[in-house]
């Protein structure tokens, strides 16, 4: 962004017109720096919010992006040291050791990556529990913990490592062809995805195994033909690593079945090359994610050639507290079952000691799969007395009942179990995974009401991802506007596009005037857990931006306002917090320890130095610190009616220090203090004007009679001998001044400040930045005041981006009359917004305090109602 | 504003291609070569304001070219492509003098950008 502040700014304006060219060229050159130093210290506290963010689980990413994060942090730090010794004569030296030291760990944590490679490897599954899941995937690792340490039967088979698949991947020319089939893709273009689909396929059917691994495989399969005293059929299914990467933005995921010892490898190459279906191209490409960061193991077990199958879930997901468990199941194999084509039988258990069935409806079951003699499987129709006869006796199902039980017991959660019941009458489990219940409230397809509690219907459409959530309207008409999306907005857009990924995970709800269930858009909904409205022919025109809607994606309907009665129960669902505890996020974790903490808070301290820096935080911020220090010590250096450095005189909670570059001060202020009237630039009048209007009156006592949230500890600090006198240690703001510009910095302990504004009569060049960030309170009255902050701002026409806690709202090409009305706006905000965290607690309304604010309500004296709104609470 | 004149380096050639059309597309002059020596020729040939510059090539590696580079044309804003993401890389580039360091696959708004703020660099320091 400053990129282009520089860019309206044009910078060679303060290039010397008059004499005494030599210093103020050196204060030209002094004040380039400084901007650049600005610019990379920008973009650090840019890449520390979206690293929080990510911590605390808001999307997908994978090792290209925690590595990116890192180059790009450790660049940005290593720019601004340089900067700072180039602005200060190299008096900052010493941060290169220090900077050096953290570079050294952060290498560290992305070479070892997430997965340190070991040696392809393949297990016999009687060695394999959840204890190996980081080298054969999850799928296998359950079914070795089902079998091994809860005693349930699960076949005969072996795990093939995930290292099979990273050296399978390294070897020979597989990644750079596939890399570059990638490159050539475009996105937007199904044909063209589908073609480097294939082509990629393609290579890795062809790609021969690293040596070693072949052999590997086929003496664990001898092996199990031994224990067996067969050439058993077996089934090969993908095991990816992480919990919840069985979704499939790591991939479609593959299962071969009825396999022939003569083609298990094909099979096995088949499995991998599930990862590249066109919608796992484009979901890895569009979130950054590779294949590295997702890898494959694959799970091999003995065929069962089954009676039955079907799934089992130790909870029903319709009504979890009913304490029934619940299976489905029909004729032969499972995969009809699995997929939905078949209408099984399905039964409702009573757990307990002795399983009782509760229920029983009986499915049509005309098709059912079998293994066929040539390998592979087939369908074929079920005969007529079958069909009407359920697939499994009531003894066998409390058995299956009984298994369930204990597979539940031994992983103390809900699970949903794969079953199959051999010709020998055994039966086999042979997938187990967490249960995810969700909260929505049954089927997509019921009428959806005309008006639903006061509230008209606004649209209709195909409900193509489940929920219900309300939210204000962001039209996103055109890509470049999703950088603004706001937190909780309702997506709505004519079509799909694959930029929408990116606010996907800031998004309530999603709704678009075309578009089906199966398209790109649904699946991406329901990968997002987002509700999502579909094909309602003209949202675009009905829907206006701001208006608050709920969107109601179980009946396919858009309502006005907010519906409280279908909110309630609503979890946010989804896959939003599903990375946490994979191994890619812990190294996130690893390497956020050496950028994100900040250590160095007060400038004041006998610690803020260099070799006190453990974070690049800490050295931006004292970088960031020094940076205003050296300006100042240049243009005194300078100072001889060009550039002055000056105290202003004013009444403000923090101490403010001016530098003028050229016309910001009047030539009549003399001497080491300034007061506003000598002030002449525009922007830092009108900034000044609003920190220091007198409704404000942030000197007065802030008593627990008249807000009720003030802590004891604001109380201290803001008692009524706390005055003009009496500034907190370190509370010292900078301004860097000109005729039509200023730079206001101010940074209080944990809190960051910022306006960079630019006031003249060339409308294109006029802009108004406001960024703020921090603060020491607990993280929900932080965000609540970043809400809070958010909110006032777009509703002074900026466009603002929240990431965390970090607020940046910009106002361009206005003209100067009211970007200098925003400015005083803005200044008031910076004064009144001090305190705010310690009020915004739990149960304090957002919209009420911006209204509040907007109203010159500065005190938010809750006894005063600003025009429009409501009470608080 | 004048054309920003680019000079992009990178051994894979469908990528100097591809990201050639797309940049000239946006109106800046772009030449593409292959190698970190042929590089060097052009530049001594003719002006450039911009150099995008691939890490890992053989013969002349990034770094090296970068040093030589610096030598011939201080002036050059130098950026450091590199589709394996190293910090070591990155400082060193940025010790040498690359005004940036860009990791692929990149985005083309965030390349444009970067050329943006280097050529913007480049007038400023020219004075």
């Known amino acids: 962004m400053t990129r282009l502040l520089r860019k309206l700014f044009g910078l060679d304006q303060w290039r010397p017109v008059v004499a005494r060219q030599d210093r103020r060229a050196a204060l030209s050159l002094q004040y380039r720096l400084f901007k650049e130093l600005i610019t990379s210290n920008d973009e650090i506290l840019e890449l520390i919010a979206d690293v929080e963010q990510k911590l605390q689980g808001d999307g997908l990413f994978g090792m290209t992006y925690v590595r990116s994060r890192c180059v790009n942090a450790a660049t940005h730090a290593y720019r601004m040291i340089q900067t700072i010794n180039k602005l200060s004569y190299r008096r900052y030296q010493e941060l290169y050791g220090v900077f050096n030291g953290i570079r050294a760990g952060l290498e560290h944590h992305l070479d070892r990556g997430p997965h340190p490679i070991e040696a392809p490897a393949v297990y016999p599954l009687s060695e394999v529990d959840l ?11 359950n079914l070795g913990e089902l079998r091994n340490r809860a005693k349930l039967p699960v076949p005969d088979g072996f795990a093939i490592s995930t290292d099979a698949f990273l050296a399978l991947f390294q070897a020979g020319q597989l990644r750079d062809e596939i890399r570059a089939m990638e490159v050539g893709v475009e996105l937007e273009d199904q044909e063209s995805l589908a073609a480097a689909s294939a082509s990629i396929r393609g290579a890795i059917l062809r790609a021969p195994l690293p040596e070693g691994l072949e052999a590997a495989i086929l ?24 919990e919840d990467t069985q979704t499939s933005f790591a991939g479609q995921y593959v299962s071969v079945l009825n396999v022939s010892n003569a083609e298990i490898l094909g099979a096995y190459r088949e499995v991998l090359a599930g990862l590249y279906t066109p919608r796992a191209i484009y979901y890895r490409a569009v979130n950054g994610i590779l294949e590295e960061d997702v890898p494959m193991g694959v799970a091999c077990v003995a065929m069962v050639d089954a009676l039955a199958s079907g799934v089992a879930a130790s909870v029903d997901p319709g009504r979890p507290d009913s304490g029934a468990l619940v299976i489905n199941g029909s004729w032969g194999l499972g995969v009809g079952t699995v997929s939905g084509s078949v209408s099984p039988d399905f039964w409702e258990v009573g757990k307990g000691a002795e399983p009782r069935i509760l229920s029983l409806r009986l499915g049509t079951k005309e098709i059912r799969v079998d293994p066929l003699p040539q390998g592979g499987v087939g369908p074929s129709p079920v005969e007529p007395a079958l069909r009407e006869r359920p697939c499994l006796e009531e003894g066998r199902v409390r058995e299956l009942a009984r298994l369930v039980m204990a597979a539940e017991e031994h992983y103390g959660a809900a699970l949903e179990l794969e079953w199959a019941l051999d010709r020998l009458g055994r039966f086999q489990l042979l997938q187990c995974r967490p249960l995810r219940l969700s909260a929505s409230r049954g089927s997509l397809r019921r009428e959806a009401p005309e008006e639903v509690d ?80 579909l094909d ?46 994979t191994p890619i996020y812990r ?61 202003l005189e004013a009444r403000l909670p923090f101490e403010v220090h001016l530098i003028d570059l050229g016309g910001g001060l009047a030539p009549s202020a003399q001497g080491g203090a300034v007061c506003a009237e000598e002030i002449t630039s525009g922007p830092m009048r009108a900034l000044l004007a609003g920190m220091t209007n007198p409704e404000l009156r942030w000197w007065e006592p802030r008593g627990i009679s008249v807000t009720g949230f003030v802590s004891v500890a604001t109380e201290s600090l803001f008692s009524p001998h706390h005055d003009l006198g009496q500034r907190r240690l370190g509370d010292r703001s900078y301004a860097i001044v000109a005729d039509a510009y200023c730079n206001f910095s101010s940074r209080i302990g944990y809190h960051f400040a910022a306006v960079d504004a630019y006031c003249s009569d060339s409308l294109h060049r006029n802009y108004v930045s406001f960024r703020f960030k921090g603060g020491a309170a607990d993280e929900e009255r932080r965000a609540r005041r970043c809400a809070f902050i958010a909110q006032v701002l777009s509703r002074l026409d900026f466009q603002v981006e929240r990431q965390g806690d970090l607020v940046n709202g910009r106002l361009r090409k206005f003209g100067k009359e009211i970007l200098l009305d925003r400015l005083d706006q803005v200044g008031r905000l910076i004064i009144a917004t001090r305190q705010l965290d310690m009020r915004m607690g739990p149960g304090t309304s957002v919209d009420w305090h911006a209204s509040a604010f907007l109203s010159g309500n500065y005190l938010f004296d809750p006894a005063i109602r600003p025009e429009g709104a409501g009470s608080e609470g | 504003m004048r054309v920003i004149r680019l000079l992009l380096v990178d051994d894979e050639e469908r990528f100097v291609e591809t ?32 150099v995008l510059l691939d890490v890992r090539m053989p013969g002349m590696d990034g770094i090296q070219a970068l040093r030589e580079i610096k030598k011939v044309q201080p002036l050059v804003q130098v950026i450091l492509l590199s589709g394996n993401a190293s910090i070591n890389t990155a400082v060193e580039g940025m010790r040498l003098g690359a005004a940036d360091y860009l990791l692929k696959p990149a985005e083309i708004e965030e390349v444009m950008a970067k050329v943006e703020e280097a050529f913007e660099k480049k007038r400023l320091e020219e004075g």
Do not use: W
């Not at chain 1, 204890?131 to 690792?141: H, I, W």
């Not at chain 1, 664990?220 to 077996?234: D, F, Q, S």
């Not at chain 1, 962001?474 to 997506?491: D, M, N, Q, T, W």
């Open chain 1, 587 to 647: 190294v996130l974790q690893e390497a956020a320890r050496l950028i994100v903490p900040l250590n160095l808070t007060d400038p004041r301290s006998p610690d803020f130095q260099p070799s006190s820096c453990r974070s690049l935080h800490d050295i931006a911020r004292f970088i960031h610190e020094k940076a205003f220090e050296e300006m100042f010590r240049v243009s005194d250096q300078v100072a001889d009616g060009e550039a002055r450095t000056v105290r």
């Open chain 2, 19 to 50: 990201l050639g059309k797309r940049l000239t597309a946006r109106g800046l002059y772009v030449e593409g070569t292959h190698s970190g020596e042929a590089a060097l020729a052009l530049l001594q040939a003719r002006p450039f304001d911009v």
């Open chain 1, 454 to 533: 006061g509230h008209p219907r606004l649209l209709t459409g195909a409900g193509a991802s489940g929920g219900c959530r309300s939210g204000p309207v962001v039209v996103a008409s055109s890509p470049e506007e999703l950088g603004f999306f706001p937190e909780g907005g309702v997506l709505v857009a004519r079509h799909s596009s694959p930029q929408f990924v990116k606010v996907m995970d800031r998004a309530a709800a999603v709704v678009t005037d075309v578009g089906g269930a199966t398209g790109h858009m649904a699946s991406l909904a329901r990968e997002f857990g987002l509700p999502a409205v």
């Open chain 1, 219 to 242: 003496g664990a399969y001898l092996r199990m033909g031994e224990r067996l005293k067969c050439t058993p059929r077996v089934s090969l299914r993908s095991s990816a690593v992480g």
């Open chain 1, 131 to 141: 204890r190996l899941a980081e080298r054969v995937g999850t799928k296998s690792a």
């Open chain 1, 536 to 581: 309602t022919q003209k949202a675009t025109a009905v829907l206006r931006p701001g208006q608050v809607v709920t969107v109601d994606a179980d009946h396919g309907a858009v309502y006005e306002g907010r519906v409280d009665g279908f909110l309630a129960g609503q979890a946010p669902g989804g896959i939003r917090r599903a990375i946490r505890g």
